[in-house]
């Protein structure tokens, strides 16, 4: 007997990822959608299942938070983790959209992701795989999701390294102290990639640029934002700013007034 089949209708499937698919569905009892994504190979070791595992236990540990996917329940079946999340209307995958993002829009997207880092780093936990890919919209609010290479920050090991373009250079060396700067070292890149509007590419010269802090200027944004995406691409993690720093940056006064 299938969970899956027997409490949720399953609509269209909306993701694929490296080792897992993602569906929209209806759950029968309570009639909302969902979004369910499960392991695309079967987790036959207890290691395997033990990796798989952290993304589901960082989640329930964490609690929800508006600028965090939510989370429901997860179970096995098949020998394959299904995990019950909240629907999300899409991510800001820049190669899949080629839109560009205006400062304000940027602005917000970086405010509200500090916070979930604020929230998720207090909590002891770092996500290392923030990335546009991972980050979601829902009715206007971004929400950071895909926590399958979540650690604990005073572990000083990453499970899994999250997406080497976004990876500052110290994970690339294997030094593993700063496990919450790493998050806002990708939080750097991912919003030098938005207000870049074309992806970083995969190795060359510019990611070189970006991993020794020195980043191109970018017309038609902000001093101020530039100079606060340089800090946080320091390749000195003591030197970026902490999530909590970067929430309360008096940048952000800017959205606030413009939103209320
Ligand atoms: P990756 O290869 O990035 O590690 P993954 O296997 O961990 O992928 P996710 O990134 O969690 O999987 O999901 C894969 C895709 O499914 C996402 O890029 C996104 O398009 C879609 N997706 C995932 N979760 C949701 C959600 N909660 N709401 C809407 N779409 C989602
Ligand atoms: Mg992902
Ligand atoms: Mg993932």
Redesign the pocket.
């Known amino acids: 007997l299938s969970r899956y089949h027997t409490d949720f209708h399953e609509i269209k499937q909306?993701?694929?990822?490296?080792?897992?698919?993602?569906f929209?569905v209806l759950k029968r009892i309570d009639g909302c959608l969902?979004?369910v994504?499960h392991?695309?190979r079967q987790l036959h070791q207890d290691a395997e299942r033990r990796k798989a595992l952290m993304?589901v236990q960082a989640l329930a540990a964490l609690g929800s938070h508006e600028n965090i996917?939510?989370y429901y329940s997860s179970w096995f079946e098949n020998e394959q983790l299904y995990i019950q999340?909240?629907?999300?209307?899409?991510?800001l995958?820049i190669s899949?959209s080629c839109q560009l993002f205006t400062e304000g829009e940027v602005l917000q997207v970086l405010h509200q992701i500090a916070k979930a880092l604020q929230f998720i780093h207090e909590r002891g936990i770092a996500h290392l795989?923030v990335?546009p890919?991972?980050i979601?919209i829902?009715n206007g609010v971004y929400?950071l999701?895909?926590f399958?290479?979540a650690t604990l920050i005073d572990k000083s090991l990453p499970i899994e390294e999250?997406?080497a373009r976004y990876m500052p250079q110290e994970i690339l060396n294997e030094k593993y102290d700063h496990l919450d700067k790493v998050d806002i070292f990708s939080l750097g890149a991912a919003i030098y990639e938005l207000i870049r509007g074309s992806p970083l590419p995969e190795s060359g010269s510019r990611v070189l640029n970006l991993k020794e802090g020195k980043l191109p200027l970018l017309p038609g944004h902000s001093l101020q934002l530039q100079n606060l995406i340089k800090v946080m691409v320091d390749p000195d993690p003591v030197r970026r700013p902490s999530a909590k720093e970067l929430a309360e940056n008096p940048i952000f006064d800017r959205v606030l007034r413009n939103a209320a």
């Not at 909306?14 to 993602?22: E, L, Q, T, Y």
């Not at 999340?85 to 991510?91: A, P």
């Open positions: 909306i993701g694929m990822g490296n080792f897992s698919c993602v929209k969902y979004a994504k392991s695309t993304e996917v939510g999340m909240e629907l999300c209307d899409q991510s995958s899949r795989d990335k890919d991972n979601y829902k929400k999701g895909d399958g290479c999250g997406d």
